[in-house]
């Protein structure tokens, strides 16, 4: 078996430093908009991003239901409406 060995870490050169500073901008463009007040609507695709998959999922569902039941309910109600017509003819 041959011995594991561990990479060294990689050096920390002007380009690195450059693209760490890069990929900050984004994450401080959210605390600006954060403290704006304006944050509210990217502070929950933020949040939204962090669910772990069993609560999307779960989450998923939870709309599906209340889309199926809203339909369910406008459903109902124009077959309501049509049994109406078929008793009044009008």
């Known amino acids: 078996h ?7 870490p990689p050096r920390v050169t002007e380009a690195t ?4 500073s890069a990929t900050m901008a ?16 990217a502070h929950a695709v933020e949040m939204r991003s962090h ?17 199926v039941e809203a339909e369910g ?3 109902k109600e ?3 409406q049509f049994m109406c017509w078929c008793k009044t003819g009008s």
């Open 2 to 8: 041959a011995a594991f060995e561990v990479p060294p």
């Open 78 to 80: 124009l077959y309501d």
């Open 17 to 20: 430093a450059r693209c760490a």
């Open 73 to 75: 309910e406008k459903e």
């Open 26 to 41: 984004p994450r401080s463009a959210l605390v600006v908009l954060l403290a704006a007040g304006l944050g509210g609507a």
């Open 51 to 67: 669910l772990n998959p069993v609560r999307k999922v779960v989450n998923m569902l939870q709309a599906m239901q209340k889309k």
